[in-house]
């Protein structure tokens, strides 16, 4: 099983990115699939997560209103579009796979991609 996390980069304030996690091994159209991130000197929080069917989505409110999730079942894939982008959304991204539990716990998600880093700088 492998999740493969793309489209990090350096960004300016105000800008946006969006973020794609490629889900490989097994099918993940059944879970509920999410998104953390990890600022330096900070712990690993979360930042959205979507459900099996895509209809229902969560989010922190530090990106509530500039983030959307999404995810294609058929393509076992995942997306975060970030909008209007901070110096404080400055973090490795890491898509994860819920494995049962609450949703925004990290300790809930079974499977972790290997991160993608987001920097908002000018």
């Known amino acids: 099983v492998q999740l493969q996390a793309s489209g990090g980069g350096l960004v300016q304030p105000g800008g946006s990115l969006r973020l794609s996690c490629a889900a490989s091994g097994r099918t993940f159209s059944r879970y509920v699939m999410g998104w953390f991130r990890q600022a330096p000197g900070k712990e690993r929080e979360f930042v959205a997560a979507?459900?099996?069917?895509?209809?229902?989505?969560y989010y922190a409110d530090s990106v509530k209103g500039r983030a959307t999730i999404s995810r294609d079942n058929a393509k076992n894939t995942v997306s975060l579009q970030m909008n209007s982008l901070k110096p404080e959304d400055t973090a490795v991204y890491y898509c994860?796979?819920?494995?049962?539990?609450?949703?925004?716990?990290?300790?809930?998600?079974?499977?972790w991609g290997q991160g993608t880093l987001v920097t908002v700088s000018s």
């Open positions: 994860a796979v819920n494995g049962g539990g609450s949703l925004y716990s990290e300790r809930a998600y079974a499977y």
């Open positions: 979507i459900t099996w069917s895509g209809l229902t989505t």
